[in-house]
């Protein structure tokens, strides 16, 4: 059975860094690309970035380029997200999401961890 | 790149059939079969009923269907279950290897 925990969330202030870890199991971890999507509160689902199974390509919406960071320990079936320079706006819940092997969209999602920017 | 556009909301009879609609461009939609469909109750984690169109995940109701002309796709819930009262929202592969989504339709079963 897939399975993905969310970690990493919490307060920070506006310019501040976190970190978010995904673990994954019940599936081959480094076969499958995988993602994050965020939904503000009360707001609708945003894809955030996307990295493939090996690692080796990345993709992140305009929104966060340049101040998000995708990656991935395939050693340790663990997904990251930094986040840095944080806005207001980014406050959200993150979802991790494992692709279909198609690598079309998510099949499964975690629970979601809360970030919330703000002063 | 914009959202992909969906109803606000749209309601159905315990029974009926209701289809929610998703537009979007040439870029995204129009460009590749690969738009899927996702439930999400409040305070959950969203759930993938159609995927690639009109594919069904295994274990989801075959009441559930999905079909796409040029840069439209649409979801058909048919035979209308309290249990279907939900979010939905559509995401489209796009040309940049992103996806996209729809800004969600709120499904009320009266």
């Known amino acids: 059975e897939v399975h993905l925990l969310e970690s990493g969330g919490g307060l920070v202030q506006p310019g501040g860094s976190l970190r978010l870890s995904c673990a994954a199991s019940g599936f081959t971890f480094s076969s499958y690309a995988m993602s994050w999507v965020r939904q503000a509160p009360g707001k609708g689902l945003e894809w955030v970035s996307a990295?493939?199974?090996?690692?080796?390509?990345?993709y992140y919406a305009d929104s966060v380029k340049g101040r998000f960071t995708i990656s991935r320990d395939n050693s340790k079936n663990t997904l990251f997200l930094q986040l840095n320079s944080l806005r207001a706006e980014d406050t959200a819940v993150y979802y991790c999401?494992?692709?279909?092997?198609?690598?079309?969209?998510?099949?499964?999602w975690g629970q979601g961890t809360l970030v919330t920017v703000s002063s | 790149q914009s959202a992909l556009t969906q109803p606000a909301s749209v309601s159905g009879s315990p029974g009926q059939s209701i289809t929610i609609s998703c537009t979007g461009t040439?870029?995204?939609?129009?460009?590749?079969?690969?738009v899927s469909w996702y439930q999400q109750h409040p305070g959950k984690a969203p759930k993938l009923m159609i995927y690639?169109?009109?594919n069904r995940p295994s274990g989801v109701s075959n009441r559930f269907s999905g079909s796409k002309s040029g840069n439209t796709a649409s979801l058909t819930i048919s035979g209308l279950q309290a249990e279907d009262e939900a979010d939905y929202y559509c995401t489209s592969y796009t040309r940049s290897s992103t996806l996209v989504f729809g800004g969600g339709t709120k499904v009320t079963v009266l």
């Open positions: 040439s870029s995204d939609i129009g460009g590749y079969n690969y």
């Open positions: 690639e169109v009109s």
């Open positions: 999401a494992k692709y279909l092997i198609t690598g079309t969209a998510p099949d499964y």
């Open positions: 990295i493939i199974g090996s690692g080796g390509s990345t």
